[in-house]
Nanobody, 113 residues
Framework: QVQLVESGGGLVQAGGSLRLSCAASGAISSINVMGWYRQAPGKELVATIISGGRTNYADSVKGRFTISRDNAKNTVYLQMNSLLPEDTAVYYC?????????WGQGTQVTVSS
């Protein structure tokens, strides 16, 4: 059973920073994609990173957010800088394997103006 456990959400003022973490456990393929969605109320794929390190970002976060991963720890990070009120959302970690997609439980990020 694969589990994703997120941490790092919270309340921050506009212009501030937060770092989200997501640790995956269980039987995980070495070839996978990890990333982050957010929902508030629409859904947006924020960023992804493949096991080889290539990244993709939504246009709305380019230059402000950085996704990274530690393959030895099966952990993905999302460094969020220059946060805007419109970044307020529930952020969900995802893990794509050849067989299926797994989701984390979600962590709230609130950016006050």
């Amino acid at each position: 059973q694969v589990q994703l456990v997120e941490s790092g959400g919270g309340l921050v003022q506009a212009g501030g920073s937060l770092r989200l973490s997501c640790a995956a456990s269980g039987a995980i393929s070495s070839i996978n994609v990890m990333g982050w969605y957010r929902q508030a109320p629409g859904k947006e794929l924020v960023a992804t990173i493949i096991s080889g390190g290539r990244t993709n970002y939504a246009d709305s976060v380019k230059g402000r957010f950085t996704i990274s991963r530690d393959n030895a720890k099966n952990t993905v990070y999302l460094q969020m800088n220059s946060l805007l009120p419109e970044d307020t959302a529930v952020y969900y970690c995802l893990l794509d394997t050849p067989l299926r997609r797994y989701w984390g439980q979600g962590t709230q990020v609130t950016v006050s103006s």
